[in-house]
């Protein structure tokens, strides 16, 4: 069965510094892995995604996360955090089984908090 | 262009009863999914249609049901309410539901007391 693994509950940083949000993930083939994010009393909201390709993987709002087969890992990272980038962040992949779509499996979520 | 809007956003209901959800998409979005999303977890699969038909069906149980009509809307309904349906319930919207990105509501939160 697919699932993934968000290991902290809290990532705390500070303005300016670089920020790794972490994910790991357990699939039988090839992963279709997402970053969402989700504001106070908000849905959540796509960052990136990677399906195939270049490793390194390019968001919104200057987030990457960077694919590591070997590890299965699909970290997410910004160079510099804001204060803004202060939400809940979760990690996501595509259920490949039998007679589920487009469903994507979450995981439980890391709450990310930057301070001035 | 507008985003994807639910209503109600809140509803307070009571063991037993029932109750509708309702979800409008973007505009060219033929497909729809709805998650279940309890305080302090991920959100969880419900369903997912795409022009009319159900294509996944998440572990929920027969009390849950949805459907999509021709404009793409779509309607969750939940019968026989229970203490541990209080959540947020969210509808997301995509051009096609398969590798895409979705696109979020902001949710109904729905109590039951």
């Known amino acids: 069965a697919q699932s993934v693994a968000q290991p902290e509950d809290q990532v705390n940083v500070a303005e300016g510094n670089p920020l790794t949000v972490k994910c790991t993930y357990s699939?039988?083939?090839?992963?279709?892995l997402f970053w969402y994010v989700q504001y106070p009393n908000r849905g959540l909201q796509f960052l990136l995604k990677?399906?195939?390709?270049?490793?390194l993987v390019k968001g919104s709002y200057g987030f990457e996360a960077e694919f590591n087969k070997s590890q299965t890992s699909f970290h997410l990272k910004k160079p510099s955090a804001l204060v803004s980038d202060s939400a809940l962040y979760f990690c996501a992949v595509r259920d490949m089984g039998n007679n589920q779509g487009g469903k994507l499996i979450f995981g439980q979520g890391t709450e990310l908090s930057v301070k001035p | 262009d507008a985003g994807v809007t639910q209503s109600p956003t809140h509803l307070i209901k009571t063991r037993g009863q029932h109750v509708t959800l309702r979800c409008s998409p973007i505009s060219g979005h033929k497909s729809v999914s709805w998650y279940q999303q309890v305080l302090g977890q991920g959100p969880q699969f419900i369903f997912q249609?795409?022009?009319?038909?159900?294509?996944g069906r998440g572990n929920f149980p027969d009390r849950f049901s949805a459907r999509q009509f021709p404009n793409y809307s779509s309607e969750l309904n939940v019968n026989a309410l229970l203490l541990g349906d209080s959540a947020l319930y969210l509808c997301?919207?995509?051009?096609?539901?398969?590798?895409?990105?979705?696109?979020f509501g902001s949710g109904t939160q729905l109590s039951v007391l």
């Open positions: 699939v039988s083939g090839n992963p279709y």
């Open positions: 249609y795409y022009e009319k038909e159900e294509r």
């Open positions: 997301a919207s995509s051009l096609k539901g398969s590798n895409e990105k979705l696109f």
């Open positions: 990677y399906i195939t390709g270049d490793n």
